[in-house]
C-alpha cells in the first residue's frame, strides 16, 4: 500500500458523503430505507473491526493490552460524544457533528489497516461498512438542514467541506503511523476498533433500530456476510 491507494480510499469514504448530500437536497428517501442502510452498515463495520482491528491487534499484543486500548479507545469517543451533546435540535447540525466526530475516528482508523499490505479484503471491508454508513447520515442531516431553512447551495458545500476532510484523515492516518513499531500500531489498532464499535453502540444500530424495527436485524446480518466474503 502506498499515499495514493490511501487517498484513494479516502475518496471512497468521503464521495459517499457529497452523494447522501445530494440526495438529501432533491428527495427523501423513507424512514425504513435509510434504516436498512445504517443496518447494513452496522454488519459491514462488525467485519471490519473484528477481522481487521480486534484480530491483528490481539495477535501482536496479547488480549490484555488489545483489551485495554481497545476500552481506551471506546472511552475517548464516549467522552467526546458527551462533550458535542450539548444541541439536541432537528436543524441537522448534531447529525453533522456525530458524522465529523464518527467519520475522523473511522477514516484514521482506515489509513491505519492500509498499513503494511496484506489482502486487500480486509480494507475493502472497513471502506465498505464506512462508505455504506455515510450515504444514509448525510441524506438525514442534510433532510433536516434544508428544513431548518438553510440553502441548497450552503449544505452541499458544508458536506464537501468535509467528505475532503475525511480524504485527508485516511491519508494521515496512513502516512503518520506507518513508521511505529508493530506493538505500538497493534495497540492504536485496538483504540481504534474501539472508537468504531462505540460509534455502532452510541450512533448506527440505534438510529436503525428506532426506524426500521427488530426485523432490521436481517440487513445487519447481510451486511456482515457481504463484507466478510471480501476477507
Known sequence: MDLFTALLYGVGTGLPLVVGATVGVFSRPSRRITA??????SGSLITGLSFELFEPAFRT?????TTASLLVGTGFYVGVKYVASVRSDTDGVPIFIAVV???LAENVTLGMVLIGGGPVGGPLA???GIAANNVP???VGTSQM???GRSAKWVLGLWTATAIGLVLA???GYAVFSGV???TLALIRGAGGGAVLATLAVEIMPDAYDSGGPSIAFATALGLVATFALL
Open 181 to 183: 513499531s508493530d506493538t
Open 36 to 41: 436498512v442502510a445504517l443496518a447494513f452498515a
Open 126 to 128: 472497513l471502506l465498505a
Open 61 to 65: 499484543a496479547g488480549l490484555g493490552l
Open 146 to 148: 434544508i428544513d431548518s
Open 137 to 139: 447520515e448525510a441524506v
Open 101 to 103: 466526530i464518527d467519520g
Open 170 to 172: 485516511v491519508v494521515i
